[in-house]
């Protein structure tokens, strides 16, 4: 190459090199002085949280858990009791984009005394977060379900393994048509027949 | 026996389907392109079937490596037109790689590679059009005289082998430039449009089209009557090709007025290169067009003022693919922007005034 | 007499020649009736029978509980062997409360209310007529099932100047509300009178679509003497019959997102209810029967039924010949708007518009192939929504992305899922959003009240725990006082005077 040939390239590189530098540099300083402040965040997230500290997402209580949401350690799904309602909201409160296939309603439980085991010791009812169980000492427990929002403390209570974890089963009105699935190509015309049994 | 139901209505459907379009739009295009076929004799059924069974095989392919279904894919024809309207805007007597290279880009490149059937942002053909014509700008600007089957200037079928196999080189007598080409050519050495039209053929031949050019850019009726008959079917709609040829016939007609030594007259736009072939069959590919008729409108007039102002102010001489895929990047925001009105709200989204009078009945 | 220009919307095949020439026929008795306590939108009927309580036809056996809801009555007489959950006519194939009475054949009528014989203008109120109305368990028989006396009851919250009779029926295979038509077309314009005497309104239209000559003849003949109420030739497209589209068709008034009609002065009613309406107040009976349209091409002999309610499908299609071939699908309802049976054996209900036996050429399924952005379905879509957009927002699980594009203004009409070239289930997929959606409002409500219960705990906990500390923070105080006591005081004094002392 001869030496015109060469002084035009070095120009070339030389300029690109140097627009590369400074707009680098800018964009470095922009994200470490212009960027936003998460902190205040944890607090809010914190507030749309059931409260009751029953470390079901493996943190050790609601604020905990909030601070991980917000540095993105955790998903905003995380609170089983908090419900596919509570997620939506802390997802919209991060901006974060919260997948709702419709499988999370694997269906929502609550919890229910069975009675022929309860001795009436009250020890649910003093850990319970939301007073959702009812009684007295020596007197039958009983769960309110629209109380309960399924932390579980009260399963791992009771001494004689009286409370079970059941599923609320939808009824006419709070049925859903389900999110559709692919469906493979229908192999004959033929479908099952409408049996009467 | 209770079931629950697990897929809600309706239990009737259309009898329209994918293939059913994809068909008809062949079916359109058959006219044209069997014109082109005859006009262009052997090299150009070979580049034309080269074209077509890359394309199917590089979708087959494309198909098995992405776990998608391949029988119920390649049926549906999407892959088929593709390459048909690649091959329709390529010349005739281009060397086999060309086709080949060219429909491997569209349908991998083009289409799969953005996400497969529906996902592709750009023209498929067009995109592998430009990338050809930037890669091999010789090969995609030599362009041939009409030498129809049969006639004595024809090449036989052994000899079209060897130009396809680009083992020779065309015979100097044979290659011919198109009606913008010429235009292009002429003017940047200075000499005025006006005077070149003069000696083009006129606008009455162009439409009959046995000119040089792509197969394509030859039959403007054969093309036309077949725009017709997809407008006719409902398979596309008006708003597409009418603001197209619209916009491009306007600014001709007000430049030309303005300037004639400088611009081009409407028909000549209207009626040479791939205006027709653009207005009808690309401009108008579902997934690379907005989804309202506003928006629409809008796509066709920007790719009408493109091409104008591509093939008038521009270095190529024609501009539909270039117009195309550019308007084709502006369809996201199309789509955003030009929503239809909600039923029940205005046009910003609020609903409705109940205090407005109401209309007395 | 023109009519209004409606967008969007699609061209069906109808089929109602299957059913369309064949006469209303009364059904036999069946040995049982099973009568749902939730036949309407909202609240169930409360239960005013007993299992081994004998009945009469027409007599009330669950009344109307607080706030919306409609009462039951018996379809005929017999003996309620049950009160017990049964399978619902609901896609979901969930149970409701049932009552289940064994009929006895002698179809013997219970004592009825007063008919109104009287020429109009009528000797009752609107009120009464009202409240008549609502005894007799009238609800929307188009399908949608709202009691309609709280319908009628809109003229006393809203400023309401046309009453609408919606006879467009605009459902592929369904042809009962044309029989009506053209076979009682009398009783049915004496009901669209009554029901503008109710409403207290001046001006009627009664809109029936064009593939409906002879109801439209049979209609113009009866209401020729009353030159207020004004026949509509509506063009045939679905969905004509949609209430906002039908108003918008027939007054050129569009109804603004989320309000009612009678937000803009229009009530609409079924041809059906207006029949219903009449037979009530003219002759005392309650809504103990309806018209069933059964067609489809599963069906041996398609025809239209006067159907007791109660009356177990099964027995319906034994009526018309049974099922031959086996139907790819069984639906209660239209094709477009209706949902699959759950199983033979459901009762017809007040909302039973047709029962239909539908083959697998019918249904036209296809296998589901990528969104090709063709835009049929926003051409099609009669609300001016973007279904395709839609769609792909719900898939990927952006439900508030979706809401945000207009997904609460969906009327689920399905025209989208109809037109789609690539067998998407677009309907399907605003029908899953809106449920998920209205569940996740359901939970977040009561998340926020089971979060103030947490809260009032808490607070409660902590009022303890600072009493008990004060109490014993006392204790302690107490004893340290008297033990400085005791350490003050010299020596052996007696215990009594220590105690005395502190």
Redesign the interface.
Known sequence: MDATALSHAAQAVGAIGVLGTVLGVILGVASRYLSTPVDDRAEAVAALLPGSNCAQCGFAGCKQAAAAMVEGRAAPNCCPPGGASTAQRVADLLGVRLVMDGSEEALPTVAWVEEARCIGCTRCIRKCGSDAIVGAAKQMHTVLPEACYACGLCVAECPTQAIVMKPVLPTLATWHWPKPKPKPKPKTAVATPLTTD | ??????????????????S??MLWVMAALLPATAYGLWLFGWPAIFLLVITLATALVAEALMLKLLGQPVR??LA?G?ALLTGWLLALSLPPWAPWWIGFLGALVAIVLGKHLFG????NMFNPAMVARIVLLISFPVQLTVWVAPAPLGSASAPSFSQALTYVAGQSTLPEHMSAATSLGVLKTEHSRGISVATTTEQLPPAAQLAMGREPGSMGETSAGLLLAGGLLLLTLRII?WHIPLAMLGTLATLALVSNALDPSRFAAMPIHLLSGATLLGAFFIATD????????SG?LLFGAGIGALTWVIRSLGAYPEGVAFAVVLMNAMVPLI?RGF???????SRR?Q????QKP??P? | MWSFRVRGGVKLQYHKELSSEKAVVPMPLPRRLYLPLQQHIGAPALPVVVVGDTVLKGQLIAKAAPGLSAPVHASSSGTVVAIEEYVAPHPSGLRQKTIIIATDGQDRWAALPHPITDDFPLGVTPAELNSRVAAAGIVGMGGAAFPSAVKLDLKSRYQLDTLLINGAECEPYLTCDDRLMREEAAAVIDGVRILAYALEVQSVVFAIERNKPQALAAIREAARVEPWIKVMALPTRFPMGSERHLVLACTGRETPSRKLTADIGVVVHNVATARAVARTVRSGEPLISRVVTVSGRGIREPANINVPLGTLVEDLLVFCGGLHPVPHKLIGGGPMMGAPLPSVQVPVVKGTSGVLALTADEVNDGAESPCIRCGSCVSACPCGLVPLEMAQLVRRGDLQGAQAIGLQDCVSCGSCSFICPSHIPLSHYFNFAKGQLGALDRDSRRQDRIRSLIQARNERAAREAEAKKAAAAARKAAKAAAAAASAAAPVDTPASQLEEST
């Open positions: 026996m209770i079931t629950m139901a697990t897929r809600a209505g309706p239990f009737t459907h259309t009898v329209n389907s994918i059913r379009t119920a894919r549906d999407s497969g059937l529906g996902q709609s579902y997934v690379t067009s907005p989804v309202s008729r629409q789509d929503r239809p009105r909600v039923f029940g709200r989204g609903s409705l005034d109940t109401k209309i009945l």
